[in-house]
């Protein structure tokens, strides 16, 4: 899975209403049928439910399933996006408007 995080500089600077971060999902055909993408983003929805507290106020996360999420475990799902969560919230940058990307191939 590939995910992005994104903390707009209204959030960084305090300025603005505080908004709670905001989850969304990439799950293409690559990944299988209606029935598997389905299940794929079913399970990463609820997996993202629970590590919302985990991500900055206004944050925006996207999450892209790649091909072999089809195959994974719901266990396997959550290490790798905890992995994934780990890496970008370190990544981020909070001086400037830069996103943070973390990438798990395979």
């Known amino acids: 899975m590939v995910v ?3 903390v707009p500089q209204t959030q960084r600077a305090g300025l603005g209403l505080p ?3 905001r989850v969304g999902f990439v799950v293409s055909k690559a ?3 209606a029935v598997t993408r389905n299940l794929v983003k079913r399970r990463l929805r609820h997996l993202a439910r629970e590590r919302t507290g985990s991500l900055p106020a ?3 996360l996207v999450v892209r ?3 072999p999420a089809a ?3 719901y266990d396997e799902l959550a290490r790798e996006l905890d992995r ?3 890496r970008c919230v370190a990544k981020v940058d909070l001086s400037t408007n830069r996103a943070a990307k973390a ?3 395979g």
């Open 4 to 6: 992005h995080l994104l």
């Open 19 to 21: 908004v709670g971060p």
């Open 31 to 33: 990944v299988g049928s």
């Open 58 to 60: 206004g944050g925006m």
């Open 65 to 67: 399933a790649l091909p």
């Open 71 to 73: 195959l994974a475990s």
């Open 84 to 86: 994934c969560l780990d």
């Open 103 to 105: 990438e798990d191939v």
